[in-house]
Every structure is written in structure tokens, then in C-alpha cells.
């Protein structure tokens, strides 16, 4: 019997979490906390989406541990970050709205030189990004980063948090023990695929079981790397299957590409090159300029540019999933939702119009005035913001 195609903009269940609809802000680094903490000015862009229409809001990436951070700033799941994040989340449910924590450990994606601490890897590997080598994660590395996801779940609990949104993807440290790519170990996180998503396997399921049902889990993850000899497709779908099979997730967000090996691959679009270049001292600037085509190599952008690969995934398992890339209109939504996706996540285009899907509840045609210049990604590290919209409105 066919099911029938769910209204994108009527509320649904997402584990054990109602969202007054079907959208999904997904997490883009704000770069407005301070001193590992959050600030008025992170409350303000959560309730900017929250008032303008979304289901449910994710704050971005807040590390599981010190050594885990892109950014110094970035927020810490401490005793001090608990208040904040409650008049966060307090703000948030004020508009109607639900809001997730996306937690995760940075890997090789971690910033060695701000966290003074190297960054974990599969194994250890200079990295021209960072200039730097990072550390071959031990036993105990890995169990400390698996309790630190427990832990954070826990604290998003006790912060009012509807849901904690686990990156498995963009090869942060989960992502790069998934690829074949970046792991070469050969004990028993390395080798076999079984061995590869050991590591978000136990992440998943330490998050569970600390949570339980009060709030919903989702975990992003990349279906490809992006690069020849990465995680792919096929292999995602199985690991989907495992993260199935386990009950530790309540939908799945599939994501593809990374910062490390791939950039553009993650958005598509326009490389946005001479503002990159602008955000590094010299000598790094040049570098930028003059290798950076061939690192950020652009790719066309199309909406929904991730659905082919996604639908794979969607054919493998039954879990609701979270259909995420180039979502921007009604007609994509729509597309989604027949295609068998339960949610859409956005990201670009709700930062060009935090309002945007108000204006889809009024007028189904509306269409998304973001040109996936991709500047918003130069712009994470000062307050990310999409530099053609009037930050006022
Ligand atoms: C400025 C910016 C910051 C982002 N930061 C994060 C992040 O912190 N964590 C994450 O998983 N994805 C991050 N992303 C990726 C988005 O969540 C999303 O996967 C991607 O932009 C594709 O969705 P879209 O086509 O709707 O923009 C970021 C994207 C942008 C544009």
C-alpha cells in the first residue's frame, strides 16, 4: 500500500519530538559565541529563524571536547555554558519553534593551533590546511570523544534541547575513521567497513543510551567524500543500515563532501576565492590564490543536487530521513516529501531569508533569492551571514 504524501507544512513526529512542520534549519557555524559560551547575538540569529517559520532550528556545531574545535570560541558542553544555552533553547520554543545541538569531535577538521592541542585522525598525516600533523587517535582517544557525545547529549537534555544532531559527516573524526581514504589503521577502527564505522556506531549508541526517547537523534553523514577512494555511496548505505539496526538514530541527514578533502563537492556553486584568500596572512594569502582553484574546484550548483545519491539511501532503510542540498522552494519540498524523505534541512537559503518559509506558508511560488555565491561560508568565523541580505529585516 503506498503511503500517502505527507504535507511538508503540517506538523509531524521526529522521534519522540513534534515539529510544527517538516523544515529543518540545518547547522551553519554561527561564529557568535564567545569564550565557549553563548551570547545574545546567537540567541538572536536562532530566533531570526525561529520567528521565521521552521520547524526546528540547530545550533551548529558545538564540540564534544576541547581538542575536538574548528573555532577557539566554539561552544563546550561545561556547567557554564548551561545557562546560556537555556535561555537559547527558552528563546527558541518562545517563537513555536524546536531546536536541535549538532555535537561532534572536528578530527582533522579540529584547528591544532587554537586548541593548542593536535587534532585526532585516523592516523597521522600532515595536513597543508592546518600545516600541521595530526595525532593517530588511541583506544583511549576514541572512548574519551564516544563518553564526551554521551555527555553532551546529557547536557542538551538538561539545556531544553529537542533533539542532538550527531556529525558523522564532512570528515570530522567519525567521518574520517568511515573513509577509506584517511584510514589506514589496522586494528579493529580500521580495515573492514565494519571496523571503519565502529567509531560512529559506539558514538550513536552512547548518545542513545544516555538519552533514551526525551529527545530525538539524528545523525548527518556523508554518503561520498567527494574524492576518488573516499567513503561512498554503497558503503553508506550499509552503515545506514547498521545505525538502522542498532535503534540509535530517528532520522538520517545525508550529507557529502568536506573541508579536508573536497569543498565545494559539500555546496556547489561558485568558489568563492579572493574572499577565502582575504581570511589568511601572507603567506598563506597567495597560496590561497594561486592553488586555491584547484583545492575549492567548483562544481554546477542544481537544487536538490544531493537527491539522486540520497534516494540510494533512502531505498536501503526505513528510518525517516532528512533530505538536505539545494532545498529552497515549495516544489523542492514537495519533491522531497514524494520521493520518500519525512524533512527538509536548509541552510543557504534560510540564511539569505530567515523568513523564507513564512513566505512559502503565504505564497506556495515564493522562491529563495539566494545565488549560492557561497560567500556565507567566508563569513563563518566573524558571524556568519549571507552578505546580500539586510541583516535588519
Ligand atoms: C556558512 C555555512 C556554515 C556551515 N556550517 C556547518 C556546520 O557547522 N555543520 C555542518 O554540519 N554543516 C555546516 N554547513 C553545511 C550545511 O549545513 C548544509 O549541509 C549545506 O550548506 C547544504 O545545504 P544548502 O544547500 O541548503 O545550503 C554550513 C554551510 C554554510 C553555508
Known sequence: MTQPVPDVLAPARLGPVT????????????????????????IDFHVRHARGGVGMTTVAYCAVAPDGRTDRKQILWTDAALPGLRDLTEAVHAEGAAVSAQI????????????????????RHFHATTQSFTKAATRADLRRVVDGHAHAAGMAIEAGFDAVEVHLGHN??????????????????????ENRARLSRDIARAVRD?????????????????????????????????????GTVDALEMTAGSSLLNPMYLFKGDAPLREFAALFPQPMKTGVKV?????????????????????????????PMILLGG??????????????FQFVAMARALLREPDLINRIQAEPATKSLCIH????????????????????S
Not at 107 to 123: D, I, T
Not at 211 to 233: E, S, T
Not at 327 to 340: L, N
Open 210 to 246: 544516555r538519552v533514551g526517547d526525551r529527545i530525538a537523534i539524528i545523525a548527518k553523514m556523508n554518503m561520498d567524500d567527494g574524492v576518488p577512494g573516499g567513503f561512498w555511496l554503497d558503503e553508506a548505505g550499509q552503515v545506514a543500515q547498521w545505525l538502522e539496526a542498532d
Open 327 to 340: 532545498v529552497t522552494d515549495k516544489a523542492g519540498m514537495d519533491t522531497a516529501m514524494a520521493e520518500g
Open 19 to 42: 515539529l510544527r512542520n517538516r523544515t529543518i534549519k540545518s547547522a551553519t557555524y554561527e561564529g557568535l559565541s564567545k569564550d565557549n559560551l553563548v551570547t545574545d547575538r546567537l
Open 172 to 193: 570530522y573524526l567519525a567521518s574520517s575513521f568511515l573513509s577509506p581514504k584517511l584510514n589506514h589503521r589496522d586494528d579493529e577502527y580500521g580495515g573492514s567497513l
Open 373 to 392: 555565491c557561497n560567500k556565507c561560508m567566508t563569513e563563518i568565523y566573524a558571524g556568519t551571514r549571507c552578505v546580500l541580505a539586510n541583516q535588519a
Open 104 to 123: 561532534g569531535h572536528a578530527g582533522p577538521v579540529a584547528n591544532p593551533k587554537a586548541n593548542e592541542a593536535p587534532a585526532l585522525a585516523p592516523g
Open 291 to 319: 592553488f586555491g582553484r584547484w583545492k575549492l574546484r567548483s562544481y554546477p550548483y542544481r537544487d536538490l543536487y544531493l537527491l539522486e545519491h540520497a534516494r540510494q539511501i533512502r531505498a536501503a532503510v526505513k528510518l
